[in-house]
């Protein structure tokens, strides 16, 4: 019984964690395609010392935080495959002080009212074409950053419950063998007994 629901939140957890995952190959996506119309327009997308543009921080920070998502995915399926329990920690950790981050964010943009102030000024403009997009469709984007921050929630919470059924056992606690004599291969061939008569041996005739 505890085989099949470990084997059911596994890929529950799975499928959940591929959705963090599309997010951030969305992300991805999206940067290239900023990259690509600040390389047209400006031509230099890494500025050097003494350019007249400032780095595209926008850019920068959409693109870090795709890759984020997709190892952080990454890291979910591995830690969903083996059940181990180091890389369920490490999963829970990570999701965990993304949901932190994305929290602060989400603070100071509600209770802060010049938190434009605390972001640098983007040359490239995307930044203001994104914050414009959000509040035009404001209901779209508010129920699109809730649905995320439920998948990241609900990850956490699988990989707690796969973390407390623990590993796979090829055994079960019902069989009566003493666990220090269980084979190391689960298939083990026992060698067969050859049952024969008894050698013995010769006798000396002193």
Known sequence: MVRVVRSCVQSILKLVNSIIGMVGTAMILYAIWLIRVWQREIGDFFPFEGSDYAAPWFIYTFLGLGVTLCVITCSGHIAAE???GCCLYFYMAFTFLLLMLEAAVTTDVFLNNDWEE??????????????????????????IGFSVVSVQGLCILLAMILKALGPHQYYESDDDI?????????????????????????????
Do not use: M, Q
């Open 118 to 143: 605390d972001f640098p000024v983007d040359p490239s403009g995307s930044f203001n074409k994104f914050k414009n997009f959000i509040r035009s469709n404001f209901e779209f984007c508010k129920w």
């Open 178 to 206: 003493d666990p220090a004599r269980v084979p190391l291969l689960k298939n083990a061939v026992h060698p067969p007994y050859v049952v024969g008569s008894p050698a013995y041996g010769s006798h000396s005739n002193a």
């Open 82 to 84: 083996t059940a181990n």
